[in-house]
């Protein structure tokens, strides 16, 4: 196998990894959130964030890099259309992951606090999971897109 091909299958697995590990921490917290329960909320908030620290950002890691390299192996310039998208939207979904990180955090502990204190979460909780779910939108689909753009390579402008 040459070193492109294994530069591209980094990538892609990476990529799985990255957006998969995203959409199923979503999911779990989004449910947990609705289901009324401190301790499932308490339980999934710290996994999720673990997730992150595990998965997350070391796979957000990989894709520039692995993108980098395969574009310059490749002889792609930056400027190339459906790559220059790509890349805006790859820091359009990260500019909305950084702050989810920290509510993530944020929510977690007080998740936490509350089942310590046996008490209820805070309005705060409440305002931070709507931030933490509005981000998360914008931040898949842009995601979505750049799987799009990855496989088809469209031809956008000129």
């Not at 944020?106 to 936490?112: D, G, Y």
């Amino acid at each position: 196998m040459n070193t492109y091909l294994v530069i591209k299958w980094l990538h892609i697995v990476s990529s799985v990894l990255m957006v998969g590990t995203g959409l199923g921490s979503a999911f779990y917290m989004f449910f947990a959130n609705r289901s009324g329960s401190l301790q499932a909320q308490a339980v999934i908030s710290r996994l999720v964030v673990r997730a992150d620290w595990w998965f997350t950002t070391p796979t957000a890691i990989v894709q520039p890099v692995s993108g980098f390299l395969m574009a310059w192996m490749a002889g792609w310039p930056l400027s190339t259309p459906w790559l220059a998208l790509s890349l805006l939207l790859y820091v359009l979904a990260g500019a909305c992951w950084l702050p989810v990180l920290w509510l993530q955090l944020r929510m977690a502990a007080m998740t936490q606090q509350a089942v310590a204190g046996q008490t209820g979460l805070p309005p705060l909780y409440w305002r931070y999971a709507r931030w933490w779910e509005w981000l998360g939108y914008p931040a898949f689909v842009a995601m979505a897109v750049v799987f799009f753009l990855m496989v088809n390579k469209p031809a956008l402008w000129r």
